[in-house]
């Protein structure tokens, strides 16, 4: 990864190498632990931070789900992001932001309650999670063998590290597999979500996603959702079985990371024409004039620097 000059770590910034942990940090053996994901974009005013409060207020929800008490109000977070990106002095087109906070050293055990809450912001330039080609053309995407873990056994709306040993997984079978990625089902056989991404896909000129009844509440999934109606595009929020994501007309996955990104085929099947889709393309355009300043109707979600 590209490391930056300063990370800020518990109200102070150190230097990139000189943020550490203990080894016997308790989310490093007991998982506990809560993360965000948002970027910052090289705009004609310079760098602006899209959804800033969104993301930051949800970091500060997952750890109230996760009980984790997050000691900086999501002001003064957001505040310790916006310096960040001033002190490390970017230049690229765009920077990805890493706030999370986690359980420290001091003491050991399942029990939690008394363990020490370390709050850091990172920040470093990171280009195309799936890269530029697909971006362009298309990923491949399989349906894991694991399911998504249900309601009754895990906090799916919390953003949680824990959480993401089943993406894990799931991506590294993919992979493994020939694809880049990896969508996963429900307990019940429905499309909940990719491994860091929410699922879209066009049927008949309408746009449908599933609603997050286990899955993350995404903050792209609502502006993608938010960018449809400003078009005039019927958004349909239902469940979605297997066979329904092999015979839609185009598909694509949805993230901070991934932006917007066109599938192309799942499971060996084709999806539209093999390639990203007339509505995909139209969305994905859209999404980055908003985030590059470029669409003045939007222009309230960026935190400019």
């Not at 001091?106 to 912001?121: L, R, S």
């Not at 019940?188 to 997050?212: C, H, R």
Request: hydrophobic share 40%; charged share 25%.
């Amino acid at each position: 990864m590209n490391a930056a000059k300063y990370i800020w770590m518990n109200g102070k910034f150190v230097a990139w190498d000189d943020a550490k942990t203990h080894v016997l940090s308790h989310t490093i053996h007991y998982g506990n632990g809560v993360i965000e994901g948002t970027k910052a974009y090289k705009t004609a005013k310079g760098y602006a931070i899209f959804r800033l409060n969104d993301h930051t207020k949800r970091l500060k929800e997952s750890a109230k789900m996760t009980i984790m008490n997050i000691p900086y109000s999501i002001e003064e977070m957001n505040q310790a992001q916006i310096e960040l990106i001033r002190r490390n002095e970017f230049k690229g087109d765009n920077v990805y932001l890493r706030p999370f906070a986690f359980l420290g050293y001091g003491v050991m055990g399942v029990y939690h309650k008394e363990a020490p809450v370390e709050t850091v912001m990172a920040a470093w330039e990171w280009g195309a999670y799936l890269g530029e080609e697909g971006m362009r053309k298309g990923i491949k995407l399989k349906i894991a063998s694991m399911t998504r873990p249900s309601n009754t056994s895990n906090m799916g709306k919390a953003k949680a590290t824990a959480n993401y040993l089943n993406s894990q997984m799931a991506k590294y079978e993919a992979i493994d597999c020939g694809y880049d990625e990896a969508l996963l089902l429900d307990d019940q056989g429905y499309v909940a979500e990719a491994s860091g991404a929410s699922f879209f896909m066009v049927k008949d000129g309408k746009l449908i996603t599933p609603p997050n009844d286990n899955s993350l509440e995404s903050i792209t999934q609502k502006t993608v959702i938010e960018l449809a109606e400003y078009f005039g595009i019927e958004v349909l929020r239902r469940r979605i079985s297997r066979e329904e994501v092999y015979i839609a007309d185009e598909a694509f996955l949805t993230g901070t990371a991934a932006e917007i990104t066109p599938v192309r085929i799942i499971d060996a099947r084709e999806i539209g024409a093999g390639t990203r889709g007339e509505m995909t393309e139209k969305i994905q355009s859209a999404y980055f004039d908003i985030v590059f300043g470029r669409n003045k109707d939007f222009e309230h979600y960026l935190t400019y620097i």
